[in-house]
């Protein structure tokens, strides 16, 4: 089985983190996201991984290459033009032949590996292809399935629906035996124009698929995390570091408290400083007489005089507090 983890997009919702770095390269829990992605396939062992590339691609490719190469065969496919989920499948077309699939996005961390979801699709039998669902409070706003009443099959699926027929999100990981036919139906509605929201969707192309007689069939997916908003990657920020601290040894650290969990790259120093808990700090970092909680600081970044709390700073910032004179009048409130 091959893999397609489309990170192409620019990652709009994560600005200004976004504007020098792609989505997937975003520094959280010690490592950027694309790294924990690949950290939970390794027991899954696929054929090759193929990675869709196009904004600030050389960051993506480095990075994987550096750190993943001798664990996995992964290509680079370039998305030139931002056209959908949909179309960035469809080009990886040449590498994956008739081979079986896996689909996951690269925005989205699981709790869970993918060896245990493939396990899942496998116990499915007899379908051309299983995705990953989870019930959600907010239909509207994901791709939602709906199950045929007398059948494990799905019935109908839609992307993000005004009127929702089910409270089953989509979360971000398909598997795909019949691949043919799904390359055909993506280049089908290519010629034909066949788009939501002005993109390529990939949801309208299983949708497709079923209406042209595949059995599609659903698995359940316990905890995902979504790494696209910033209130989000600091909810996952913590969620894995209450899992896995990640703590380099190089680290200097003088008259200060660190409180775990915590994540701390190379060449990070500490001094009179409080940092954590749920606070990670990428490599090169400086903090000097400062307070850090519940935050993610990126690389050769200096902190100085500042109390942090559920903040995100971006790599080669400089953040410096000042002492303040106050002259306060009697029975008032002030917050800083």
Known sequence: ???????????????????????????????????????????????????VVGYHKEQLMSYVTEHYSDIFNIKYVEQKNRLGLGHSVYITHDLIGNSDVMIALGDMIFKAGYKDFYDKHVNNEKCA???????????????????????????????????????LGISGVYFVKN??????????????????????????????MIKRGCKLKTFKVSSWYDCGHASSL????????????????????????????IAIGKNVKISNSVVGPYTSIAEGTVVESSIISNSVIGA????????LQSSIVGDDAKVAGKHNSLNIGDSSSIEF
Not at 7 to 31: D, E, N, Q, S, W
Not at 201 to 206: G, K, R, S
């Open 300 to 307: 050769r970044t200096h902190i100085s005089k500042v109390n």
């Open 1 to 51: 089985m091959k893999v397609i983890i489309p990170a192409a997009g620019t990652g709009t919702r994560l600005f200004p983190h976004t504007h020098t770095k792609p989505k997937p390269m975003v520094y959280i829990a010690g490592k950027p996201i694309i790294g924990h992605i690949l950290d939970r396939m390794i027991d899954l062992e696929p054929e090759e991984i193929i990675l």
């Open 129 to 167: 292809g299983s995705i990953g669902v989870r019930e959600v409070d907010e239909p509207k706003k994901y791709g939602i399935v709906e199950l045929e009443k007398s059948s494990p099959c799905i019935k109908r699926l839609e992307e993000k629906p005004e009127k929702p027929a089910s409270n």
């Open 234 to 261: 600091l909810d996952t920020n913590k969620v894995l570091l209450s899992e896995n601290e990640n703590i380099n040894p190089d680290f200097q650290s003088s008259d200060s408290v660190i409180i775990h969990p």
């Open 179 to 208: 691949t043919p036919v799904l390359f055909d139906v993506l280049e089908w509605m290519m010629q034909n124009d066949v788009k939501t929201r002005g993109e390529y969707q990939l949801t309208d192309a299983l949708q497709e």
